[in-house]
């Protein structure tokens, strides 16, 4: 018995050892930065910023145990003036107001899924801007769906 209680002690006594070192290795790791500075193209940046205020002008809140089609259409809709090319060349399919879009390539071998979500959740608290305003202002687009995730839509678009 006493021999059962030595070795858990000492495997015990590993695992702290082995958590200290991570903690240590982690603490003295030098951080990494980056000198990437992306072209101060203005007029690009606005015309996206445009695009996404568009999208989160589109109320899609979610709420539990409700269907709102209509919503999700409507929001389809606006994608496809916004990016027409992805409408003309791949294969959507729209099942229960989710969309499933098809881009068909040069081969099969090593596909890949890209997965974000339309809706909202509520809009409460006190906001800046409207919660479905999609002002641009101060560099920035406001609204509900800028962070999560109207913005991946858009980044995948």
């Not at 070192?21 to 007029?43: C, F, G, H, Q, W």
């Not at 568009?54 to 990016?83: P, R």
């Not at 003309?88 to 596909?111: A, C, F, H, M």
Request: hydrophobic share 45%; glycine share 8%; aromatic share 8%.
């Amino acid at each position: 018995m006493k021999y059962v209680g030595l070795v858990l002690l000492g495997i015990l006594l590993i695992i702290i050892l082995l958590l200290l070192i991570a903690i240590v290795r982690t603490l003295l790791m030098p951080k990494k930065t980056s000198n990437y500075k992306p072209d101060a193209d203005e007029k690009e940046a606005l015309r996206l910023a445009q695009k996404l205020s568009k999208m989160v002008q589109c109320d899609t809140t979610s709420h539990a145990g409700e269907t709102e089609i209509e919503k999700y259409l409507g929001f389809h809709k606006v994608l496809e003036e916004l990016f027409p090319l992805v409408h003309k060349e791949l294969q959507k399919t729209e099942i229960d107001g989710n969309l499933l879009y098809y881009w068909k390539g040069k081969s099969s071998e090593k596909p890949i899924l890209l997965m974000s979500h339309q809706d909202v959740v509520p809009a409460e608290g006190e906001w800046i801007h409207a919660p479905f305003s999609g002002d641009i202002a101060d560099g920035k687009v406001w609204g509900r769906g800028t962070a999560d995730t109207k913005c991946t839509v858009m980044a995948f678009l």
